[in-house]
């Protein structure tokens, strides 16, 4: 998911954002646009599982695979 989805704007500023999702941002009918200094921390973004492994109990969840991803980020900084 973008950090912005922006739709049917005549002057849009983006400036100093910095985001960890793999998409900055969508544009729909934007007549002017403004980007500087925006940054994306590619490092933490990662693409949408291809399969979702989240079982859960009467609504409670738990997604194996951010789980995973953390485990593994952890190790990797020790």
């Known amino acids: ?3 912005f989805d922006i739709k049917n704007s005549k002057d849009v ?3 100093d954002n910095k985001t960890d999702q793999p998409d900055f941002a969508t544009l729909d009918n934007v007549e002017r646009i403004e980007a ?3 940054e ?3 490092q933490k973004a990662h693409r949408d599982d291809i399969v979702d492994v989240k079982p859960n109990f009467f609504g ?3 997604n194996l695979n951010e789980l ?4 593994r980020s952890r190790t990797k900084r020790n």
């Open 68 to 71: 995973y991803r953390r485990w």
């Open 1 to 3: 998911m973008p950090m």
């Open 40 to 42: 994306v921390d590619t």
């Open 13 to 15: 500023v983006l400036k």
């Open 60 to 62: 409670v969840g738990l």
């Open 36 to 38: 500087e200094g925006n």
